[in-house]
């Protein structure tokens, strides 16, 4: 094999309500010949491969710099699918994708020997879910196997939520990019263990906790992302990151324009606003970001990507509540800034 070989990466329109059969088609084929592609989900794009070949697995590592050691999740396009990848599918998974699959909900149950070791990096489990998106969908159904798939980024940058993002940071890497537009969700899913009893959060994302616990009574959410937990001003995180340095405002949307901008203009430079309250008026240059909290949470990783694209030197991120939605916005908030004030 020929080390960094550049590919010509293909950009293909697809209709995300009404895919044309024979694009997909081209776009299965690719994946049965063991090859990688990136695809729109109602989260964020995915960069796929059959999650029972281990070599096209290993491409996914390669062509955007994942971390060895972090397990990728499988997409499915049937509950009888599912139920190939583990060995157990309790009842409390069968309520539960009654209840959100397709969807941004994410299970870990034990793993089968369908499912590579590649993809699970020799964990005894796998995570897996149904996405809400008919090219996905397709996808998965034409291939005839369960799909692999990151988030179609190189490691530590925003997820894409716009085909265009793909081609930013994965273009000469990989084959195929299918464009079905801009994704609605905006944050990858929510991720859960069902081999722990009672359930754990993994990863706040999509499906809100709060939409869990009307099926779940009992879930264990770890204080990292809890919202009552102190965060520790200053803390460092690198993950998600904007080049360009990010300044996370806790509760920023509450707070007055003037704060804000006062923040921003002691951090020197050129700042641009993040804006989370359409209510304010600031003096620096600023974007609103959304008027509400899903619009937030669907813009927030096509805004930290602005900040590169653009020539601020610093994003100022108006912090919102971590209820609902906030959750997941916030933890990837976090988790992108280089300062939490
Ligand atoms: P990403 O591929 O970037 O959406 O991240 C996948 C998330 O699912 C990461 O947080 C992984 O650590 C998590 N994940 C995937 N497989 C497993 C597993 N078998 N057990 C626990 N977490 C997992
Ligand atoms: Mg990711």
Same mark, same amino acid.
């Given at each position: 094999?020929?080390?960094?070989?550049?590919?010509?990466?293909?950009?293909?329109?697809?209709? *995300?309500?009404?895919?044309?059969?024979?694009?997909? =088609?081209?776009?299965?084929?690719?994946?049965?010949?063991?090859?990688?592609?990136?695809?729109?989900?109602?989260?964020?794009?995915?960069?796929?491969?059959?999650?029972?070949?281990?070599?096209?697995?290993?491409?996914?590592?390669?062509?955007?710099?994942?971390?060895?050691?972090?397990?990728?999740?499988?997409?499915?396009?049937?509950?009888?699918?599912?139920?190939?990848?583990?060995?157990?599918? $309790?009842?409390?998974?069968? @309520?539960?994708?009654?209840?959100?699959?397709?969807?941004?909900?994410?299970?870990?149950? %034990?793993?089968?020997?369908?499912?590579?070791?590649?993809?699970?990096?020799? #964990?005894?489990?796998?995570?897996? @879910?149904? $996405?809400?998106?008919?090219?996905?969908?397709? #996808?998965?159904?034409?291939? !005839?196997?369960?799909?692999?798939?990151?988030?179609?980024?190189?490691?530590?940058?925003?997820?894409?939520?716009?085909?265009?993002?793909?081609? =930013?940071?994965?273009?000469?890497?990989?084959?195929?990019?299918?464009?079905?537009?801009?994704?609605?969700?905006?944050?990858?899913?929510?991720?859960?263990?069902?081999?722990?009893?009672? %359930?754990?959060?993994?990863?706040?994302?999509?499906?809100?906790?709060?939409?869990? @616990?009307?099926?779940?009574?009992?879930?264990?959410?770890?204080?990292?992302?809890?919202?009552?937990?102190?965060?520790?001003?200053?803390?460092?995180?690198?993950?998600?990151?904007?080049?360009?340095?990010?300044?996370?405002?806790?509760?920023?949307?509450?707070?007055?324009?003037?704060?804000?901008?006062?923040?921003?203009?002691?951090? !020197?430079?050129? *700042?641009?606003? #993040?804006?989370?309250?359409?209510?304010?008026?600031?003096?620096?240059?600023?974007?609103?970001?959304?008027?509400?909290?899903?619009?937030?949470?669907?813009?927030?990783?096509?805004?930290?990507?602005?900040?590169?694209?653009?020539?601020?030197?610093? !994003?100022?991120?108006?912090?919102?509540?971590?209820?609902?939605? !906030?959750?997941?916005?916030?933890? @990837?908030?976090?988790?992108?800034?280089?300062?939490?004030?």
């Amino acid at each position: 094999m020929v080390e960094n070989a550049r590919l010509d990466t293909k950009l293909v329109s697809v209709d *995300p309500l009404n895919p044309s059969l024979r694009e997909m =088609q081209l776009a299965a084929n690719l994946i049965r010949q063991g090859e990688v592609i990136a695809f729109p989900t109602e989260t964020v794009y995915g960069l796929g491969a059959d999650a029972t070949n281990t070599f096209a697995v290993r491409k996914i590592f390669e062509a955007k710099n994942r971390p060895q050691d972090n397990p990728i999740i499988v997409h499915v396009a049937s509950i009888d699918q599912a139920q190939k990848c583990v060995t157990e599918f $309790p009842p409390l998974a069968k @309520r539960l994708a009654e209840r959100f699959w397709p969807g941004p909900l994410t299970f870990v149950l %034990p793993r089968s020997e369908y499912i590579s070791s590649e993809v699970t990096k020799n #964990l005894d489990t796998v995570a897996i @879910r149904m $996405p809400a998106h008919k090219v996905a969908l397709l #996808l998965i159904e034409q291939s !005839g196997v369960p799909i692999a798939a990151p988030s179609a980024n190189l490691s530590g940058k925003p997820s894409p939520t716009k085909a265009i993002h793909v081609i =930013q940071d994965l273009n000469g890497r990989i084959p195929l990019v299918l464009d079905g537009g801009s994704t609605l969700v905006g944050v990858e899913s929510t991720v859960i263990s069902l081999v722990h009893d009672p %359930p754990i959060l993994l990863r706040p994302g999509g499906i809100t906790l709060e939409e869990l @616990r009307s099926v779940i009574s009992d879930i264990v959410v770890p204080p990292d992302f809890s919202s009552d937990q102190p965060i520790s001003p200053g803390m460092k995180y690198k993950h998600y990151s904007p080049e360009t340095k990010l300044v996370v405002i806790l509760d920023g949307h509450d707070k007055s324009p003037r704060e804000i901008d006062s923040i921003g203009r002691a951090q !020197g430079g050129q *700042p641009l606003v #993040l804006c989370t309250n359409s209510q304010h008026q600031h003096d620096l240059m600023s974007i609103l970001v959304g008027k509400n909290p899903q619009e937030i949470q669907a813009n927030f990783f096509a805004s930290l990507r602005i900040l590169d694209e653009a020539s601020y030197d610093v !994003g100022i991120f108006e912090g919102i509540t971590f209820e609902g939605v !906030g959750l997941a916005v916030m933890n @990837r908030a976090l988790k992108a800034a280089h300062e939490i004030v």
